[in-house]
């Protein structure tokens, strides 16, 4: 055939996706397929309208779609064709059973483990893509041994590090590539035909190889780190708002230091994604599972920091508005867990959104990538919350999406920007003020619009981390 290896990918989502459709434009000479269980997304993965949003994504998508990038669902086949097989599937925290809130549940990855020891006819390299809990591969390594085949399979860690939003440009030029495997012949010999994937378009000083164990962990520590930051900002930013510090002085004065960086350092109202928390948390089980309570206890704190972030915006915004918001109208600005993405998943506007309708608030949401029905759906995903747990959600107006920012501020009390779009920085915010009931709040959830400029159109503007505004009326 044309193709020199032949590489398949289950798991068609924010990874599987976007991951093989670099490797495809990247290696001409590869044959890629991903395969899903969910026929929607592969049938969308074959369209144009792709059923993740990712800038850039279309466009490598399409340059490689048909001549050697393939989305299918013929799962059995796609194995037995390939050499070499990604596990990409999702590993979400478990919500029942033992380290329920806590553990990753990585019953999709021994899923994949199982199907390609049944169906494959000769010996395959087995990638886990997916974040998994360290050790993970020796379970996936022992499911594929257990055929009785006499095939022979290796286990290799290459965990992912893209971030939404910028997964094409993460991935087309990577901090870093890791790859871990086992430190035997076969081992190395498949640790090699990776880096040989990689090394189309990656310099070969920025691919990393581990032992298993190391790879996999690193990218749980990776995360956690970048949590860590992120809720260590957060943590300054309510002292900051007791003492008349601006966190966005305090971030810039850390910037300079080599040793801290300039990134990561942007205060807001908590973070979000599919990742950060589950990868935190599972890091934190796992060091239970171990005895090591107070590494468990001291990454804990991450997650404590960040719940009590999205708390405190929402108790800030209580009580600034007379303590009051049953029946007034609040504008959510931005619904994704951030900019760029249409991602939802623990995104702290379900947080806000849900602690304001206990409140008795109608809401009204604007996002410009996230539909009403995948609203709805994370309501119930993340708090239960849907007709059956609180009537009236889908059936009246307690929370409507909205066309544009300007209807969605209409009437309103108060405007919440809760993810960072660009388009926020930018509205005509004189407008937005005549439309609203007065006094007009906005809480600035992630620090977009300019305060100042804010405040001189009449509005009562209240920014993560910044000196609060004396209230004008006294
Ligand atoms: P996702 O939920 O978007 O996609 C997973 C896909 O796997 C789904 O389409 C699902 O139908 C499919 N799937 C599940 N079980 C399957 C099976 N047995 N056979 C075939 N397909 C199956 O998940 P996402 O976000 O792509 O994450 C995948 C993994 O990558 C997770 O472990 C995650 O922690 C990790 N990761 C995610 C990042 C992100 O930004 N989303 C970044 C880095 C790592």
Request: glycine share 8%; proline share 4%.
């Given at each position: 055939?044309q193709?020199?290896?032949h590489?398949?990918?289950?798991?068609?989502?924010y990874?599987g996706?976007?991951t093989m459709?670099v490797?495809a434009?990247?290696?001409?000479?590869?044959?890629?397929c991903?395969v899903d269980?969910?026929k929607?997304?592969?049938?969308?993965?074959?369209?144009?309208?792709?059923?993740i949003?990712?800038?850039?994504?279309l466009?490598?998508?399409?340059s490689a779609?048909?001549?050697?990038l393939f989305?299918?669902?013929?799962?059995?086949a796609e194995?037995?064709?390939a050499?070499m097989?990604?596990?990409s599937v999702?590993?979400?925290?478990?919500?029942?059973?033992?380290?329920?809130?806590?553990?990753?549940?990585i019953?999709?990855?021994?899923?994949?483990?199982r199907?390609?020891?049944?169906?494959a006819?000769?010996?395959?390299?087995?990638?886990e893509?997916?974040?998994v809990p360290?050790r993970?591969a020796?379970?996936?390594r022992r499911?594929?041994?257990a055929?009785d085949?006499?095939?022979d399979f290796?286990?290799?860690?290459?965990?992912?590090?893209?971030?939404?939003?910028?997964?094409?440009?993460d991935?087309?030029k990577?901090?870093r590539?890791?790859?871990?495997?086992?430190q035997?012949d076969?081992?190395?010999a498949?640790i090699?035909?990776l880096?040989?994937?990689?090394a189309h378009w990656v310099?070969?000083?920025?691919?990393?190889t581990?032992s298993?164990?190391?790879?996999?962990?690193?990218?749980l520590?990776a995360n956690?780190?970048?949590a860590?930051r992120v809720?260590s900002?957060?943590s300054i930013?309510?002292?900051c708002?007791?003492?008349d510090?601006?966190v966005?002085e305090?971030s810039?004065a850390?910037s300079f230091d080599?040793r801290?960086g300039?990134k990561f350092?942007t205060a807001?109202?908590?973070?979000g994604g599919?990742?950060?928390?589950k990868?935190?948390?599972?890091l934190v089980y796992?060091?239970?599972s171990?005895g090591l309570?107070?590494?468990?206890?001291?990454?804990?704190?991450v997650?404590?920091?960040?719940?009590y972030?999205k708390?405190r915006f929402t108790?800030?915004?209580l009580?600034r508005?007379?303590?009051?918001v049953?029946?007034k109208?609040?504008a959510l600005l931005?619904?994704?867990f951030k900019?760029?993405?249409?991602?939802?998943r623990e995104?702290?506007a379900v947080?806000v959104?849900?602690?304001?309708l206990?409140?008795?608030?109608?809401l009204r949401v604007?996002?410009?990538?996230?539909s009403?029905e995948?609203?709805l759906?994370?309501?119930d995903?993340?708090?239960?919350?849907?007709?059956?747990?609180l009537?009236?959600?889908?059936?009246?107006?307690?929370?409507?999406?909205?066309?544009?920012?300007?209807t969605?501020?209409?009437?309103?009390?108060?405007?919440?920007v809760?993810?960072?779009w660009?388009?926020?920085?930018?509205?005509d915010y004189?407008?937005?003020?005549?439309?609203?009931?007065?006094?007009?709040?906005?809480?600035?959830?992630r620090?977009v619009?300019?305060?100042a400029?804010l405040?001189?159109?009449g509005?009562?503007v209240?920014?993560?981390?910044?000196?609060i505004?004396?209230n004008?009326?006294i």
């Open positions: 055939t193709y020199k290896y590489i398949c990918c289950m798991g068609a989502g990874v996706g976007p459709a490797i434009s990247n290696c001409p000479d590869i044959r890629v991903v269980l969910s929607r997304m592969i049938d969308a993965w074959n369209t144009d309208e792709l059923p949003y990712e800038p850039g994504l466009e490598v998508v399409k779609r048909g001549r050697n989305f299918s669902t013929d799962i059995d194995i037995q064709k050499d097989v990604f596990i999702n590993t979400p925290t478990k919500t029942t059973g033992i380290g329920a809130g806590r553990a990753a549940n019953k999709n990855c021994e899923l994949c483990a199907k390609i020891a049944e169906v006819t000769g010996p395959k390299v087995v990638v893509k997916s974040t360290v993970t020796d379970a996936v499911v594929l041994m055929n085949k006499g095939i290796q286990v290799l860690s290459n965990p992912e590090f893209l971030a939404e939003g910028t997964a094409i440009a991935l087309q990577p901090g590539v890791l790859i871990g495997g086992m035997t076969k081992g190395k498949a090699q035909q880096v040989d994937v990689y310099p070969t000083e920025r691919i990393l581990t298993l164990w190391s790879s996999e962990l690193s990218k520590v956690a780190f970048l860590q809720s900002i957060n930013s309510a002292l708002e007791a003492t510090a601006d966005h305090v810039r850390l080599d801290i300039p350092l807001s109202v908590g973070f599919s990742c950060f928390q990868d935190v948390l599972n796992i060091c239970e171990l309570q107070e590494v468990a206890d001291y990454w804990y704190q997650i404590a920091l960040n719940d972030q708390q108790r800030n915004m009580q508005m007379f303590n009051t049953t029946g109208k609040i931005g619904f994704a900019k760029d993405t249409g991602d939802t995104t702290p947080f959104a849900k602690a304001l206990d409140e008795g608030a109608k604007f996002d410009p990538q996230v009403r995948q609203m759906e994370e309501f995903y993340t708090c239960g919350v849907n007709e059956t747990t009537p009236g959600l889908t059936t009246s107006d307690m929370i409507l999406t909205m066309e544009d920012a300007y969605a501020c209409e009437g309103a009390h108060a405007i919440a809760l993810t960072e660009d388009a926020f920085k930018t509205l004189k407008r937005i003020y005549a439309s609203m009931a007065k006094p007009a709040f906005v809480f600035d959830g620090n619009v300019d305060i400029a405040r001189q159109i509005f009562e209240y920014s993560i981390g910044k000196p505004q004396k004008q009326f």
